[in-house]
T-cell receptor, first 116, second 115 residues
Framework: AQKVTQAQTEISVVEKEDVTLDCVYE???????LFWYKQPPSGELVFLIR??????QNEISGRYSWNFQKSTSSFNFTITASQVVDSAVYFCALSDLTGANSKLTFGKGITLSVRP | DTGVSQNPRHKITKRGQNVTFRCDPI?????LYWYRQTLGQGPEFLTYFQNEAQLEKSRLLSDRFSAERPKGSFSTLEIQRTEQGDSAMYLCASSSGQGMGYEQYFGPGTRLTVT
């Protein structure tokens, strides 16, 4: 069975601090995809990144960076120089490829509050 | 490209009533998903369509729930004889691609409150 664990439930930082959101996953699949989504107060889930299990290169996009480590089944997300607009709930998700439908299994989310 | 749209955005209903939600995916996306999200939780998968075919249903989807996607475009999710436990945000997502693991784009959701 697929499982995604986001052990941190709430994080509060002051603007310009760096913050890392942790994600640990479990799967028996050898091929799988990992995702991060942002859910701002408006409620709509916003896609941030997709990573496949064969690509362990870290990725950087502006202030965002992702660290994928297959050895520890982790896919952590770092926001550098956080801003108030980064305040949201962040979800890590795993794509279930059984049955070929690619449904997502989500963690419970991490509520990030960035204070001015 | 317009995003995924869902209607209504909010629905308040009395226990025992039937409700229907609509989802319009991104045009030409052949895959459509329904998820349910309760307070403090991540979205949970309910059902999946590829074109007009409903290929998987979660065991979360009781007999009171039914979903359709006629003609492979918009989809509807109906809940019959609503219960208070059905109160949640119902999210629709769509994706494209011939392979697997493509990112899903979510709509704004329909928030259902059963009183």
């Amino acid at each position: 069975a697929q499982k995604v664990t986001q052990a941190q439930t709430e994080i509060s930082v002051v603007e310009k601090e760096d913050v890392t959101l942790d994600c640990v996953y479990e799967t028996r699949d050898t091929t799988y995809y990992l995702f991060w989504y942002k859910q701002p107060p408006s409620g709509e889930l916003v896609f941030l990144i997709r990573r496949n299990s064969f690509d362990e290169q870290n990725e950087i996009s502006g202030r965002y960076s992702w660290n994928f480590q297959k050895s520890t089944s982790s896919f952590n997300f770092t926001i550098t120089a956080s801003q108030v607009v980064d305040s949201a709930v962040y979800f890590c998700a795993l794509s279930d490829l059984t049955g070929a439908n690619s449904k997502l299994t989500f963690g419970k989310g991490i509520t990030l509050s960035v204070r001015p | 490209d317009t995003g995924v749209s869902q209607n209504p955005r909010h629905k308040i209903t009395k226990r025992g009533q039937n409700v229907t939600f609509r989802c319009d995916p991104i045009s030409e996306h052949n895959r459509l998903y329904w998820y349910r999200q309760t307070l403090g939780q991540g979205p949970e998968f309910l059902t999946y369509f590829q074109n007009e075919a409903q290929l998987e249903k979660s065991r979360l989807l009781s007999d009171r729930f039914s979903a359709e996607r006629p003609k492979g475009s918009f989809s509807t999710l109906e809940i019959q004889r609503t219960e208070q436990g059905d109160s949640a945000m119902y999210l629709c997502a769509s994706s494209s691609g011939q392979g697997m693991g493509y990112e899903q784009y979510f709509g704004p959701g329909t928030r259902l409150t059963v009183t």
